[in-house]
């Protein structure tokens, strides 16, 4: 379990990396006017990385009884 736990902390931190870098990519190509399917295909990528996080993330949250 612990080790399960360390290795989704460690993905973990890895998708929100990519998903930050992401980010100042898109913010330096957009005014730049760079190919928009390129700019486009990039943001795609980033909303996949932001699902994986959130899916993660609950797959760290404890289930709670009802």
Known sequence: MIIDRDNLL?????????????DTVIARLEPAGTDAIHVARLKKRKLKLKDEI??????????IPA
């Open 10 to 22: 460690r993905r973990l931190h890895e998708l929100r990396t990519e998903h930050r870098d992401l």
């Open 54 to 63: 959130s899916w993660l993330e609950n797959q760290m949250t404890p289930d």
